[in-house]
């Protein structure tokens, strides 16, 4: 009761307190100045700060490598990331990182003047991994999960030749309540996208600082600030998919029923060991009634 009072009151401030103009990250300077945009910012920037803090994502001095591209949730995510750092909030060192797919049409030149215009640090990498994934992937199958494999095993290379602690990705609330229920409809196990996760070799932190987030806001913010978008000619091309069905029933249901995805999301971070039926994370073996284990003795 308490956590929801205090976002209430949260929420109530946006309409009232101002963002500091007087400063600014240079990505914002020609930012809307509408009370709607403000308000947007500001949550936005609350939930990312929450659930980093939540998580214990930040570690002084830590080096993060922000995947980006150049879709709108990494867009947002390292626009976030670089407003909280130039307010003095998240002492981390940024490296954006943009993994060139060598996806036919790919237009090379605007993330590198997109972030070169706003002295953002970064680095390009240039793979052909469009070609492994459209000669490997069996026809009326998607793309996605080899494509991700293929991106991840890169950019985890990356991060470890730049020095970096964490590879820092943009999925959001709906990314994350869509992967659940994929795994629980078509897996058979209870799982997600966590905000933080260690990598198999234990050396890297994988972050998702925008996992609270509606996709929504996300899609608003990204189009007030007017970033150069660039569409994705692999997942994106894909009819009929299964995040896309998973995608469109949360919706129907969120439509039905005002609060179910924000309802859902809370219920992933406020699990019953006890209520579920996994033995292997509850003694169920061992539960009996103290009277019954008091005649054993």
């Known amino acids: ?17 101002p963002l500091d103009e007087g400063a600014c990250h240079p990505l914002f300077l020609d930012a809307p100045d509408s009370v709607n945009f ?6 936005l920037l609350r939930e990312a700060r929450e659930t980093m803090s939540v998580y214990g994502m930040v570690k002084p001095g830590a080096k993060w490598l922000v995947c980006l591209s150049g879709g709108k949730d990494s867009y947002t995510l390292l626009a976030l990331l670089l407003d909280l750092k130039w307010r003095g909030l998240l002492p ?47 026809a009326g199958s998607t793309y996605c999960s080899l494509c991700s494999r293929l991106r991840r095993g890169i950019l985890y290379r990356i991060a470890r030749e730049e020095g970096c602690d964490a590879v820092v990705l943009g999925h959001h ?16 196990r209870l799982a997600s996208m966590p905000p933080k996760l260690l990598n198999e070799e234990g050396d ?65 971070s406020n699990t019953r060991p006890s209520h579920l039926l996994d033995p292997g994370i509850h003694d169920f073996a061992g539960l009996w009634p103290q009277a019954a284990m008091a005649e054993e003795v």
């Not at 060192?93 to 049409?105: R, T, V």
């Not at 993330?111 to 793979?127: A, G, K, M, N, S």
């Not at 189009?223 to 997942?235: G, K, Q, S």
């Open 92 to 138: 981390v060192e940024l490296l954006a990182c943009n993994l060139d797919q060598a996806q036919p049409g790919f237009p090379e030149h605007i993330l590198p003047e997109f972030l070169t215009r706003y002295d953002i640090p970064y680095r390009i990498e240039r793979r052909d991994t469009y070609s492994i994934v459209k000669e490997k992937t069996p």
């Open 38 to 43: 403000r308000k947007l910012r500001k949550r």
């Open 173 to 188: 609330r709906e990314d994350v309540l869509e992967t659940f229920m994929m795994n629980l409809m078509n897996g058979g």
């Open 204 to 268: 890297l932190l994988v972050l998702r600082p925008l996992a609270g987030s509606a996709e929504a806001d996300i899609a608003k913010f990204a189009d007030a600030m007017a970033f150069p978008i660039i569409p994705c000619n692999l997942c994106g091309s894909q009819d009929g998919m299964e995040r896309v069905r998973i995608k469109n029933l949360l919706e129907t249901w969120d439509k039905e029923r005002p609060g179910v995805k924000r309802s859902m999301l809370r219920a992933l």
């Open 1 to 17: 009761m308490e956590l929801i009072l205090r976002h209430k009151a949260e929420e109530a401030s946006d309409e009232h307190e």
